[in-house]
């Protein structure tokens, strides 16, 4: 009985000496997780509070950003992936007639803008013009629309332009009149001789000859005004450049064969040489750089015209042996009212220029290695009607002014 008893207490013993370190065990563990739930809650108050400063910071920013956006001059619209309308400013609600959140972009700018709009510009019904460019939002779906009223700018550029075209025209006038002063005396001179009883038929004929070539000196100057007004509108018809040169040469062959000049030509080709244009225009144009030939060559002088086949080309060359083109005036031999003649209208060459310009060619000039002047005149061989292009000589006047 004691002997059991004495094991009693000893496990007991035992099994309090357990406890107790157990209990001290359980005790230092729970010390170590209050510092832990403590350094947590230090580290979750921190976190918190850089998240609240964040989110505050981003607060102000977007609250800026909304300022910014409504003190914006220019329209802004923001898209979603499916071009629903998420946001826009002020100016954009002044622009539109009628716009809000979650309206489909495509009806609303069906109901407000005129379908007739560059790429980088559009009207709206109302007549504003505004300029516009787009971006994407990636990596965020959808796209922002910033549209720019520039009516005021483009009323004033048409002010401007309307301004320098009547500043072209004055300055055309008072050209054709300068130039037009001198022969329209000497035919009312010649033509004021043939009344005169005493003539002999002789010299009644040589007045009439003379009034007749300052009168036709003075059409190809108006012709040459008229030419160059147009702009290069021409209407568009299928052209065969082979019988254009054989007209041009029929027309020349008199004109030079009277000044002592011969007249050769080559590459009158078997098949048909044909371009989109028109053949008024470009026989003209021809004509005159043929003629400015003439002008520059000496009596037993030679004036070459060839055709030739230049890829997609078709490439007229009219050379002459003259003096040739001064470097000092090459870059301006094409410039409206520059002439190197005192007689010349400076238009003759300009027309030459715009003619081409308008069926989508070129004309250019050098010097040919054996000496004299050599204009290329380029134009694209036909292959569908294209229209015309508009070259604009209304610049061209503005700029030699």
Aim: with cysteine; charged share 20%.
């Amino acid at each position: 009985m004691t002997s059991a008893s004495q094991l009693s207490r000893q496990q007991l013993e035992h099994a309090f000496e357990l406890f107790n370190k157990v209990s001290g065990q359980l005790t230092d563990s729970y010390a170590q997780l209050q510092d832990r739930i403590r350094e947590l809650s230090l580290e979750l108050a921190a976190t918190r509070s850089e998240r609240m400063r964040q989110l505050a910071e981003k607060e102000r920013y977007a609250h800026r950003f909304a300022q910014l956006l409504d003190a914006l001059p220019a329209a802004v619209v923001v898209l979603d992936d499916l071009d629903i309308v998420c946001q826009f400013n002020p100016a954009a609600s002044r622009l539109f007639d009628s716009i809000s959140v979650g309206d489909n972009w495509c009806e609303t700018s069906r109901r407000n803008i005129s379908a007739d709009q560059r790429q980088d510009e559009m009207t709206f019904f109302t007549g504003t013009v505004v300029s516009y460019t787009e971006q994407t939002l990636a990596p965020e779906p959808g796209r922002i629309l910033l549209m720019l009223d520039v009516t005021e700018t483009r009323q004033l550029q048409n002010r401007v332009e309307r301004q320098q075209r009547l500043s072209a025209m004055g300055q055309m006038a008072a050209q054709l009149a300068h130039q037009i002063r001198t022969p329209l005396s000497s035919a009312l001179l010649y033509t004021s001789h043939l009344s005169r009883p005493d003539l002999t038929e002789s010299q009644r004929e040589r007045f009439s000859r003379r009034s007749r070539r300052t009168l036709l000196h003075m059409e190809q100057q108006i012709n040459d005004m008229l030419a160059f007004s147009r702009g290069g509108q021409y209407e568009s018809k299928p052209v065969d450049l082979n019988q254009l040169l054989h007209e041009m040469l029929q027309m020349l062959d008199p004109l030079v064969a009277e000044q002592g000049i011969h007249l050769h030509h080559s590459g009158l080709l078997t098949a048909a040489a044909m371009t989109t244009g028109n053949h008024s225009a470009l026989l003209g144009a021809m004509m005159n750089i043929a003629l400015n030939a003439r002008e520059h060559c000496s009596e037993g002088g030679t004036i070459t015209i060839s055709l030739n086949d230049a890829g997609n080309d078709w490439e007229m060359v009219i050379s002459d042996d003259g003096p040739g083109v001064p470097n000092e005036i090459a870059d301006r031999i094409f410039d409206p009212f520059f002439t190197t003649r005192s007689q010349g209208t400076g238009l003759g060459l300009a027309v030459c220029q715009a003619v081409a310009l308008g069926h989508r060619g070129r004309v250019s000039v050098d010097n040919a290695p054996k000496g004299g002047a050599r204009f290329h005149f380029i134009v694209p061989k036909a292959t569908e009607c294209h229209p015309l292009q508009q070259s604009d000589n209304r610049e061209l006047i503005g700029s030699a002014a």
